[in-house]
């Protein structure tokens, strides 16, 4: 257990529907992160946040929005879902925002239908 | 912004062989460079990492080595187990500022099968 928690762990949703994800970040952990992977593919990034602060964004979606709220859980928000967002989206954590480990949640498996 | 490359995609091994990972990065600013496995279905973890001030890094059957001008890092597994099977991602964080400070960039990962 990385103490990373993440829910729910699986959603099915048809197109065109919104989800949040949400993050529980370790105990101590000020920063964020929020990768999407997709059947075959990497894990990409899509933003961080430290205490409450976006810090970095990769190639996230308008349609995606993220936030950190000020006990540190996150929310990641998919708005108009299209089925090529289906993909499992990790959550990851870390004591501050560079040269630390960044530990991984359970992931949210999200399938859009 | 940063772009990590790894190589191979995929590496098929038998058991006891040693297996190399390979990847390159593109920012200069990046100065922590992680290995994850990931298991299938499972989350990835850390198995080692390596800072920009040291160039191997060693635990056990597990070694990391980083050339900064290069800009290259390696993943060296000896004596490999049916249970390394999995697959490997690289990483490299960015330290620059702006929109890139803290970026945690993985390449694509390869896939290692350990044959008994």
Do not use: M
């Amino acid at each position: 257990d990385s103490g990373v928690t993440q829910t729910p762990k699986h959603l099915i949703t048809a197109t065109g529907q919104r989800v949040t994800l949400r993050c529980s970040p370790r105990s101590g952990d000020l920063s964020v992160y929020w990768y999407q992977q997709s059947l075959d593919q990497g894990l990409q990034f899509l933003i961080q946040y430290y205490n409450g602060e976006e810090r970095a964004k990769g190639n996230i979606l308008e349609r995606f929005s993220a936030q950190q709220f000020p006990d540190l859980h996150s929310e990641l928000n998919l708005s108009s879902l299209e089925l090529g967002d289906s993909a499992l989206y990790f959550c990851a954590s870390s004591p501050s925002p560079v040269n630390t480990e960044a530990f991984f949640g359970q992931g949210t498996r999200l399938t859009v239908v | 912004g940063e772009n990590v490359e790894q190589h191979p995609s995929t590496l098929s091994v038998q058991e006891g062989d040693s297996a190399v990972i390979k990847c390159t990065y593109s920012d200069s600013a990046s100065n922590y460079f992680p290995w994850y496995k990931q298991e299938l279905g499972k989350r990835p973890q850390l198995i080692i990492d390596i800072r920009s001030n040291v160039g191997e890094k060693k635990d056990q059957r597990i070694a990391v080595t980083l050339n900064k001008t290069a800009k290259h890092f390696s993943l060296h597994i000896t004596e490999t187990q049916p249970e390394d099977s999995a697959v490997y991602f690289c990483a490299a964080n960015s330290n620059a500022g702006g929109t890139s400070y803290g970026k945690l960039t993985f390449g694509q990962g390869t896939i290692l099968t350990v044959h008994p």
